[in-house]
Structure formats: structure tokens, C-alpha cells
């Protein structure tokens, strides 16, 4: 594959990625992940600030243009070590609402907020709702996110963890707002 075969554009947005990415879920401070953690089971914790200096350094040699974090992750230290690392770098990133298992709608703006302190961009490139749950209304947080992006703090939004129907649905909301 050559250098340019490897980037994509997502979807009608100006965002280009590479088709791989770079996944932060055990970035950041190991003591604020949930005990339960799949990830860090399977891959172990990030061994501090210069390793993820190093895995940034290799993958962008590699051609990887995305990373991806979420709010939730390591409560926040994720989102601060991939702004920290990322920064002034041509690489896209995305994060992800809700930053806690008991997040509701009314708490997507701060939460945006949050992250974007964190993540010290002027916009997010990609953000994405985390994952369905009746703590929060889809389609209500869906919206917030489109007038986000209207707002220019978002360029793109996207889903995580959705059933095809699921997808299908927000996809149609999010066409009714364009």
C-alpha cells in the first residue's frame, strides 16, 4: 500500500485519516481505570509519556494519520496526553460523550467543553457518542452535536458501539440537519 493509499477521506467532511489508527484507550494515569478494563488486560498500561512520545513518532513514520480517545478514558489523562503529544501535528482526532457511565444529555456540552481543554485544539475533528445508553437521549445528543458542529467545535460527528439499525437511524437524523 502506498503512502497515499492509506489515506481516506471520511465521508462528505474535509477530514482525511489513515485507514489505521492509533487506539489510547490505557493512555493516561492507570490508577483512574475502571478495575474491569478488556483493554488493559489484554494490552497492558502505557508506560508514561515517552513511550506514547514513541508510539506517535513510529506510527506517523508508518503513515498513521488518527488516533483515537475518549473522555472516559483514564478520566480525562487520555485526552491530556494525546493533546500534549498530538499538538501541532497533522493527524486526526477523535474523542468520544459521554466521559462516565452516568453522563446524561444536559451534560454533552460541558463534557465538549472538557475535552476540548484537554485536547487543546480549536475544534474536535471527530466526535462520537461513545455508546447507546438510556442515560441520555440519541437523538437529543445527536442534535447538540450538529449545532456543535454548526458552532464550529466539531467538524465531524460519528457513533461508537452502535447496532447497524442504530447507525441507520442517527444517520438519518444527522442527514435531516444538513
Known sequence: MTPGENIIKLRDSELVGSRLGIGAMTWGDISMS???????FAYGPAEG????????????????????????YG????????????????????????SSLFRKTKDLQKDLENSLKRLKP????????QYPSPMFSIP????????AVKEGKIKAVGMSNFSANQMKEASDLLEKRS
Open 122 to 129: 480549536n475544534s474536535i475533528d471527530l466526535y462520537q457518542i
Open 49 to 72: 509519556k515517552e513511550e506514547l512520545r514513541k508510539v506517535i513518532e513510529v506510527s506517523l513514520s508508518n503513515g498513521v494519520r488518527f488516533i483515537d480517545t475518549a473522555a472516559m
Open 34 to 40: 475502571p478495575r474491569f478494563n478488556p483493554a488493559r
Open 140 to 147: 437529543k445528543v445527536l442534535n447538540l452535536m450538529a449545532d
Open 75 to 98: 478520566k480525562g489523562a487520555s485526552e491530556l496526553y494525546v493533546g500534549e503529544l498530538t499538538e501541532g501535528m497533522k493527524i486526526t482526532v477523535a474523542t468520544k460523550f459521554p
